[in-house]
């Protein structure tokens, strides 16, 4: 009896140090899975203190989609210009199911979601949309799931599933049910799932609000992706879709609404974008009857212009006085609307400093970086670049070598913008002038959601993959 109680001790103590050799096995470049879902309790106990990263630089995280500053740019930073597979990884991670979501990023912790399917094939139908075509079918359940990443290391800190359904619409063959991207302040991480709700974490995974705003009916059932917009105490949600559309504003801490704007708008697809200006702070939300600026507090429409066309998906970008605002369905549109004195309706006025009918983006955003435009022409492999004051040009479009369709928004650092196609190429270019390419990289994964960066880092989210990429110490 005694020898067999020491056989058990052993065996107990071999298996507690095969379990540590298991948790410390995601080294640095090492490929890693998600791992088991906590509960809340052990994912608090451990993890730091919700807050303690929450008095961080703002301007050096990358908290929300397009950066710190709405326009894709990362003040300060210098992320490397060449990488592979084999060059310059600083850790790549293997992802739970799909999502096309940005990663938002804050200290040392990375924020996305995703999506998992569960289950066995649904047999009962689903909702459908006229001119549905080239979707996926909502055949399985869904987890709808928000992770947190280890910045230095890439392991998954904590998984949290908010939400297990069957989607009731389709979405597009090439999308995701988690391209909504998160929005975090250090405090919070508050993240859209769109029909299946938003919610509200806090860092260590402990939830602290949900909010049902109902079901979209989405043109074309091709999904949802309009990602939720922070400024103080304020999250605003654009709602556009084939039924009654609004804009909310959400109490950051509670979830309970602060205002709701009814919209003359069928889908769109825009990222509210929060400005300042005149020291009054306004939400901006690009569609097809008109871009609308709305007052932060009250939900007033402040200003609104017409020009864009059919399924807006670009989100607006502002900076130095002006709002640029870009479409390209069934014809192309890009305008700048001078901000000084913006009131009522702007459409056919002067405000409007300059427009152009031709190139223009559909699904990626335009980045504005050093007083210049940088922008896809609808989803294929050209880029152009104008005077942002002027709308002069400056080079384009310029074809990009080795690229095929083109879903993430351009983003910039260190006098560079950083451009990246679905099949894993993506380009480094000079931005003082005349287009120079400086480096092509390629990745073996497939990419939708638009990159981040922080000081000398690059991540990006790949179907399956989350990439570090940085240059290597010693």
């Known amino acids: 009896m005694y020898r067999t109680a020491i ?67 990362a003040p300060g930073s210098k ?40 289950g066995d094939a649904a047999k009962e139908q689903h909702d459908h949309s006229d001119g549905d075509h080239d979707n996926i079918e909502p055949g399985f359940h869904q987890h709808s799931v928000i992770l947190a990443v280890d910045r230095k290391d890439g392991s998954i800190l904590w998984e949290k599933t908010v939400n297990s359904e069957r989607p009731h619409e389709s979405t597009h063959i090439t999308g995701s049910w988690a391209s909504n991207s998160p929005v975090t302040d250090g405090e919070h991480v508050i993240a859209s799932f769109g029909s ?49 559309s609004f804009a ?10 602060i205002w709701r704007a009814a919209r003359d708008e069928v889908s769109s697809w825009s990222t509210p974008l929060i400005i300042e200006h005149a020291g009054r702070p306004q939400a901006v939300i690009s569609a097809t009857t008109r871009v609308r600026s709305y007052d932060l507090g009250s939900g007033k429409v402040l200003w609104e212009c017409g020009g864009l066309s059919n399924n807006v998906v670009a989100s607006p970008v502002a900076g130095g006085g002006f709002l640029y605002a870009a479409s390209s369905y069934e014809f192309q549109s890009m305008f700048a609307i001078r901000l000084e004195g913006a009131s009522g309706d702007l459409t056919g006025t002067d405000a409007i400093t300059w427009k152009i009918n031709r190139h ?32 002069a040009p400056i080079f384009g479009p310029r074809r990009l070598p080795g690229f095929q369709m083109i879903y993430s928004s351009p983003v910039a650092a260190g006098g560079r913008v950083y451009v990246l196609s679905r099949n894993g190429v993506m ?17 073996d994964d497939s990419f939708s959601a638009s990159p981040a960066i922080i000081a000398d880092e690059l991540f990006l989210r790949g179907e399956r993959h989350l990439y570090c990429i940085a240059k290597k110490s010693g």
């Open 360 to 391: 223009t983006p559909y699904v990626p955003s335009p980045l504005l970086y050093q007083g210049k435009l940088f922008f896809i022409r609808h989803l294929q492999a050209f880029l152009s670049c104008l005077d942002a004051k002027t709308g």
């Open 427 to 443: 380009l480094v270019i000079e931005s003082d002038g005349e287009y120079k390419l400086v480096a092509t990289n390629q990745l």
């Open 196 to 244: 299946r709700g938003i919610y509200c974490l806090d860092t260590a995974g402990t939830l602290v609000w949900k909010k049902d705003l109902g079901d979209m009916k989405v043109k074309h059932g091709h999904g949802e992706g309009s990602s939720p917009a922070l400024y103080g105490d304020t999250v605003v949600v654009n709602w556009d879709h084939e039924g009654d």
């Open 7 to 73: 056989l058990i001790v052993a065996l107990l103590v071999l298996a507690l140090l095969q379990a540590g050799c298991r948790q410390t096995a995601n080294a640095p470049e090492t490929e890693t899975a998600a791992l088991p879902q906590e509960p809340p309790g052990k994912q608090a106990a451990s993890s730091k203190h919700p807050s303690i990263q929450k008095e961080l630089d703002a301007r050096q995280q990358w908290a929300a989609w397009r950066g710190p500053l709405g326009t894709g740019e």
């Open 79 to 118: 992320p490397p210009i060449e990488w592979s597979e084999e060059k310059n990884i600083r850790w790549k991670t293997l992802l739970p199911g799909k999502g096309h979501s940005t990663p938002v990023i804050w200290g040392n912790r990375i924020f996305l979601t995703s999506a998992a399917a569960f």
């Open 248 to 257: 909310v504003a959400l109490n950051k801490n509670t979830g309970e609404e």
